[in-house]
C-alpha cells in the first residue's frame, strides 16, 4: 500500500510538472511547484515529501521548471486551507497536495481554479471535482485485511482496531471498511477501538493502555492502520511466539 501511493503521489507531481513545462515550454522555466502535506507524523509522509524533491530536481534539470514550495500543514485543517492560499498568492504554476479532508478545502481548491492554477490531490481524494484526485482505493485496501484477520480466525475471536487520524479521509474509509467487514461475522467481537495518528510512537502509547484493559491472551486479533511493528515488538517482550494470538 505504501509504495502504491509514493508512487502515486510522486506521479501526480510529474505530471503537473511535466503538463505545465510542455503546454508552456517557452516558459518552462517559470514553473513553480506547490506541494502542500498535511500530516507529516508518519515515516511515509517524510519519504514522499524527499521523492517529490528528487522528482522535482529531475525536472528542474531538465529545464522544466524552477522551484518547489513545500508546506507542512500537520493535521491542521485550516493551517492547510492557508498554505494552500499562501500558494495561490505566491502565483505557483500547480498545487499538489495530500489532503487532511476530502471536503474542508474545497472553497481554497475553488479559489486556485478561479486562479487558473490547477490542483492534484494524491494519496486520498478530494470531492473538489475541479482537482485531479490520484489515489488508491482505501475501502477495498481495509476490506482485504479485515478479511483475512476475520478468516485467520475462522469468524471467531476479540479483535482490537487502531485507526489513523479521525477525520482524515483514508483513514476514515478504511476505518469505516474494517468495521463492515468485521458486522458480517458474528463471532467477530471488536473490543477496542482508537486512533493510532499514523504514528508508531502513538500507537505504542494506545496499544499499552489498551492492554491494561484487555490483556494478550484476551486479544486473538489486530487490525490496525498503523503500529504492526510496535505491536510485534511488544508481542515478543511479553514472550508471545508470532502466531501465538
Not at 500500500?1 to 510542455?22: E, I, N, S, T, Y
Not at 495518528?197 to 490483556?215: D, G, N
Request: glycine share 10%; hydrophobic share 45%; aromatic share 8%.
Amino acid at each position: 500500500m505504501d509504495r502504491r501511493q509514493f508512487l502515486g503521489g510522486m506521479a501526480a507531481v510529474g505530471a503537473g510538472a511535466a503538463g505545465l513545462a510542455a503546454a508552456r515550454p517557452a516558459q518552462a522555466a517559470d514553473v513553480v511547484i506547490g506541494l502542500s502535506n498535511g500530516y507529516f507524523g508518519s515515516e511515509w509522509r517524510n519519504q514522499m515529501v524527499a521523492g517529490a524533491q528528487a522528482q522535482f530536481d529531475m525536472y528542474k534539470s531538465e529545464g522544466k521548471a524552477s522551484k518547489l514550495i513545500v508546506q507542512q500543514a500537520g493535521a491542521d485543517i485550516n493551517q492547510q486551507i492557508q498554505d494552500v492560499r499562501n500558494m495561490i498568492l505566491q502565483g505557483v504554476s500547480v498545487i499538489t497536495m495530500d489532503p487532511n479532508s476530502g471536503t474542508a478545502l474545497d472553497s481554497v481548491i475553488n479559489e486556485a481554479k478561479r486562479a487558473g492554477i490547477p490542483v492534484i490531490a494524491f494519496d486520498q481524494a478530494v470531492q473538489n471535482r475541479y482537482a485531479l484526485s490520484v489515489t488508491i482505493d482505501h475501502y477495498t485496501w481495509a476490506t482485504r485485511y479485515a478479511e483475512w484477520v476475520a478468516k485467520t480466525l475462522n469468524g471467531k475471536g476479540k479483535v482490537v482496531v487502531m485507526d489513523g487520524i479521525p477525520g482524515n479521509p483514508a483513514a476514515e474509509t478504511r476505518r469505516r471498511a474494517a468495521h463492515d467487514v468485521f458486522a458480517k461475522y458474528p463471532g467477530i467481537h471488536i473490543i477496542a477501538s482508537a486512533p493510532g495518528m499514523w504514528s508508531q510512537a502513538v500507537a505504542s502509547t494506545v496499544l499499552t493502555k489498551i492492554l491494561t484493559a484487555h490483556p494478550w491472551n484476551d486479544i486473538n486479533g489486530l487490525w490496525m492502520q498503523v503500529g504492526c511493528y510496535t505491536a510485534t515488538a511488544m508481542e515478543k517482550q511479553a514472550g508471545i511466539a508470532d502466531g501465538a494470538d
